[in-house]
């Protein structure tokens, strides 16, 4: 699970951490806001992450001030995002736009770059993301956490905390290119994000109770997920031809969907741990297939889908599992629904709350180039997931392989890694 470090301290392999803020560098006209919808609000408890890793030939030259003057001028294009939450009178939250920045976090690392790509469990790429939750004080705390390290050979980790309060995972990505494209000494514009672009069609209006969202006990003004089990991360890499293709029957020219199988390898795995009950439903997040628009903007637009079976998913094949979660049904606007109805004063998770898949597969996470150059390595995941579990989805640095990362009960993890060496998906 996540690492959340105390300011000014290091953890594990990281050291020497030193905190300052950076913003915008023209002022928010006073009195301007950012009013969350009602997904934004279901989504409150959860954060993004993500940490690129870069070679020292392209990263030796890049300083602090650098780094920082590229973050000020992406700011000045998403200014609201380092805006402080705040409650109306109601209690429902909101974002004033008081330029009160971001957390900017500096680290040291003794190994090298390579040192550090040779750990198999890349769940270790957590050290290099900074996390602190919104609150107690909601005035106080930062949306977003940058942390640069600079490793032994000199080359550079960029890892990001995002609040997903203000948008998805696509979003994220969307700001750190942006933010790359800077660094290349490139212009950017990020159209603000209107009313029209938050909303979207309901497919399902016959959905009334959501499947893929659960109510929790409140946290109040501390947003940390409740749980009662320790959660931890694995993250791998796979070959598609080798560990993904043989699970699921070739016809002809059709094209193998590969997140698809991986989940339905995955949710076998998992159901055969977790005998009482089984996981018979699980949620699908990934980017609206019918929204035709390029990502040029800070929202919260992700397809929450809901797939339910009536049949015991350990004795079921792949195949079945796959036709299954290709008719998953779209859950997004009741689940926006539930977060407008209750206007930010319950609290919610959808990561999690019923086994969860996120498929990252389509975004190129490497076209962040800096100088010309990709990040040798990507790491993806989500801060303050339910109990029954996430699993990511996306794309490796080598077009034939995929990254799993897999967030789950402590007490499961060694059990569904036996599983997946049963059937191939790591090495035994």
Not at 129 to 149: A, K, N, R
Not at 254 to 278: C, H, T, Y
Not at 281 to 291: E, F, L, Q, S, W
Request: with cysteine; aromatic share 10%.
């Amino acid at each position: 699970m996540g690492r959340s470090q105390e300011k000014g301290q290091g953890q594990g392999p990281i050291y020497n951490m030193r905190l300052s803020t950076v913003g915008a560098t023209r002022a928010t006209e006073t009195g301007t806001t950012h009013e969350p919808t009602g997904l934004d609000l279901a989504m409150k408890l959860h954060y993004l992450k993500a940490a690129y890793i870069y070679t020292p030939e392209m990263a030796r030259h890049l300083s602090v001030t650098h780094v920082k003057e590229a973050m000020f001028k992406l700011f000045d294009q998403i200014a609201w995002t380092t805006g402080r939450l705040w409650r109306r009178d109601s209690g429902r939250p909101y974002i004033k736009c008081n330029d009160c920045g971001a957390r900017f976090v500096e680290g040291e690392c003794n190994f090298t770059v390579e040192e550090w790509l040779s750990k198999p469990n890349r769940s270790v790429d957590e050290f290099l993301v900074y996390h602190q939750p919104v609150g107690p004080e909601l005035p106080f705390s930062p949306l977003i956490y940058v942390q640069m390290t600079r490793f032994k050979c000199r080359g550079l980790a960029f890892g990001l905390s995002w609040a997903n309060i203000m948008g998805d995972s696509f979003s994220l990505l969307y700001a750190f290119n942006l933010w790359a494209k800077v660094l290349s000494g490139e212009k950017i514009y990020s159209p603000e994000t209107s009313n029209l672009d938050r909303r979207f069609p309901n497919p399902n209006p016959t959905v009334k109770d959501p499947e893929s969202i659960k109510q929790v006990d409140p946290v109040g003004d501390l947003w940390i997920t409740p749980n009662n089990k320790k959660m931890t991360s694995y993250s791998f890499n796979l070959t598609v031809a080798d560990q993904i293709s043989p699970h699921f029957p070739a016809k002809g020219d059709d094209q193998i969907p590969v997140f698809e199988i991986l989940a339905g390898i995955i949710w076998k795995s998992i159901a055969k741990v977790r005998e009482d009950p089984e996981p018979l439903t699980v949620t699908i997040i990934r980017k609206d297939p019918n929204d035709l628009k390029p990502i040029r903007s800070i929202r919260n637009s992700q397809m929450i889908s809901s797939v339910h079976v009536d049949f015991p998913v350990a004795e079921a094949s792949v195949e079945e599992l796959v036709r299954c979660i290709e008719r998953a049904t779209d859950e997004r606007c009741g689940v926006d629904e539930i977060g407008e109805r209750c206007d930010g004063s319950l609290d919610f998770v959808v990561y999690g709350a019923k086994l969860t898949f996120v498929d990252l597969s389509e975004v190129d996470l490497y076209e962040a180039k800096v100088m010309g150059k990709s990040p040798e390595s990507v790491y993806c995941n989500v801060e303050g997931i339910g109990e029954e579990g996430l699993v990511v989805v996306y794309a490796a640095a080598k077009l034939e392989e995929r990254v799993v990362t897999m967030t789950l009960p402590e007490e499961e993890m060694e059990r569904v890694k036996s599983e997946f060496k049963k059937c191939g998906l790591i090495a035994p």
